[in-house]
């Protein structure tokens, strides 16, 4: 029997057939829980607490009117609710709903525990090695642009 090694891809081809794969599996997730793959992304960073429209801007990479519809599509579904800004009364932070909640923890679950699976093969210092790498490419990104994909202070592993 004659087996060949594939080819080892590129680094750019690589990342990129990685973030088809994760948005694929944000996509079947999604479908799962009745949501599209925006709403489970507003979901999950709602995971934290209450974030106000402009965060969500930066961190969903949407125009202001492209995230009004998304969380007013999120708002009359009961997912989300506006609530006012104690800092700024002009302002409204969004925050989830019971039923926003619920639903936000099974869809981040399920992306983490298929992203898991997808990585299971790997030994612990790949993933390691693997982690590190990419955490240096978004500091690096926010270094360069002054956005950060997901805000520091809120980020955790609970969170996709």
């Given at each position: 029997?004659?087996?060949?090694?594939q080819p080892v891809l590129g680094f750019t081809e690589a990342l990129v057939r990685l973030a088809h794969l994760v948005e694929a599996v944000f996509g079947e997730v999604s479908?799962?829980?009745?949501?599209?793959?925006?709403?489970a992304q507003l979901l999950c960073?709602?995971?934290?607490?209450?974030?106000?429209?402009?965060?969500?801007?930066?961190?969903?990479?949407?125009?202001k009117s492209s995230l009004t519809g998304l969380v007013d599509r999120a708002e009359r579904r009961g997912l989300v609710v506006r609530t006012r800004d104690v800092r700024d009364r002009r302002a409204c932070l969004i925050e989830l709903t019971c039923d926003g909640a619920r639903i936000a923890v099974k869809a981040h679950d399920g992306v983490?525990?298929?992203?898991?699976?997808l990585a299971g093969g790997l030994?612990?210092?790949?993933?390691?090695?693997?982690?590190?790498?990419?955490?240096?490419?978004?500091?690096?990104?926010?270094?360069?642009?002054g956005m950060v994909w997901l805000p520091e202070e809120r980020d955790a592993d609970r969170r996709t």
């Open positions: 029997m004659v087996t060949t090694k479908r799962e829980h009745d949501l599209t793959p925006q709403q960073l709602l995971t934290g607490g209450p974030v106000g429209m402009t965060e969500l801007t930066r961190s969903l990479h949407l125009e983490a525990e298929r992203l898991d699976a030994p612990p210092e790949h993933r390691e090695l693997l982690a590190g790498a990419i955490d240096g490419i978004l500091a690096e990104h926010t270094a360069l642009t």
